[in-house]
Nanobody, 120 residues
Framework: EVQLVESGGGLVQSGGSLRLSCEAS????????MYWVRQAPGKELEWVSY????????YYTESVKGRFTVSRDNAKNTMYLQMTNLKPEDTARYHC?????????????RGQGTQVTVSS
């Protein structure tokens, strides 16, 4: 059974930092591309970052470039999202998603998520 468990969220002031983790189990982690996505109340699901199986290819949505850094440790079956200079508009529930093709984050398995709340 595929399991994705996110952690590391919390309440932080504007300008602060958080590090999210996504621990995967039930499959060969290094065989799959991964996304971080987020969803704020009343808004659509938004992709935040993408990382390839090896970690050599990375993409970010424009609004987080220069502030967020995605990484993965295939030996630990874990993906990370280091978030700095957080803004109130980053407030959302963050999920990790396992995908088999680029862009397929809406229809692919994801975890329960971890809440990030940024106060102004």
């Amino acid at each position: 059974e595929v399991q994705l468990v996110e952690s590391g969220g919390g309440l932080v002031q504007s300008g602060g930092s958080l590090r999210l983790s996504c621990e995967a189990s039930g499959y060969t982690f290094s065989d799959y591309m991964m996304y971080w996505v987020r969803q704020a109340p009343g808004k659509e699901l938004e992709w935040v970052s993408y990382i390839s199986e090896s970690g050599r290819t990375i993409y970010y949505t424009e609004s987080v470039k220069g502030r967020f850094t995605v990484s993965r440790d295939n030996a630990k079956n874990t993906m990370y999202l280091q978030m700095t200079n957080l803004k109130p508009e980053d407030t959302a529930r963050y999920h990790c998603v396992r995908v088999t093709k680029l862009g397929a984050y809406r229809s692919s398995p994801r975890g329960q998520g971890t809440q990030v709340t940024v106060s102004s």
